[in-house]
């Protein structure tokens, strides 16, 4: 026991000469570039992540085709059971279902792969990234092959449009909820 006592006292007497110590500047060229790196940090390049946004899209769109064809193309035979059950609500809900499947599918894996900083940027600026996703995946369908009619086209925009911007509003609520929260996990 009392050689804790000594590496207690000896501590306390070591932080008090810290204390009483001189401060000590750091180099200048260390301050700014830690600062440089905070504030990059803090404040993502937008296009950097809309590029992450996009890359989430490539796998939440290979994710969704997967299950559901969409536009004639997927990875799996028409006919599958989430595709037979959009199907069961009509052209209009399939269509609207599919594009919300699309790109909430993106959105929740945006949600939990990128950083607390790059999905506040998202959104900040949601009603325009979102939406110029939901376009810029119809287009990569036309240029796939696939035949877009606009009236599907634009039923198939909005349910993605609908879904991503909800689904990150979901997913960055419940990410920011844990960062807040780590001892629920």
Same mark, same amino acid.
């Given at each position: ?31 700014? $570039? ?32 997967? /299950? ?28 609207? $279902?599919?594009?919300?499947? /699309? ?6 894996? $945006? ?15 949601? /009603? ?12 990569? /369908?036309?240029?796939?092959? $696939? ?39």
């Amino acid at each position: 026991m009392s050689k804790r006592v000594d590496v207690d006292e000896r501590w306390a007497e070591e932080y008090e000469v810290f204390l009483q110590s001189e401060a000590v500047p750091p180099p200048a060229h260390l301050s700014e $570039a830690v600062c440089r790196r905070v504030y990059k940090d803090l404040n993502p390049s937008a296009l950097r992540v809309f590029a992450k946004l996009c890359l989430s899209t490539v796998m939440g769109g290979l994710l969704s085709l997967a /299950f559901c064809p969409q536009f004639g193309l997927g990875l799996t035979q028409p006919g599958s059971a989430l595709m037979g059950f959009f199907e069961g609500l009509g052209e209009t809900g399939c269509t609207l $279902a599919c594009g919300a499947i /699309f790109l909430g599918t993106s959105t929740a894996i $945006a949600g939990v792969i990128l950083r607390i900083e790059e999905i506040r940027l998202i959104r900040r600026r949601s /009603f325009l990234q979102i939406p110029c996703m939901a376009l810029l995946v119809l287009s990569a /369908f036309v240029c796939a092959g $696939a035949e877009v009619l606009i009236g599907y086209a634009v039923l198939w925009w909005l349910g993605a449009v609908v879904a991503g911007i909800t689904t990150l509003e979901v997913s960055s609520a419940v990410r920011l909820y844990l960062w807040k929260h780590p001892a629920t996990l």
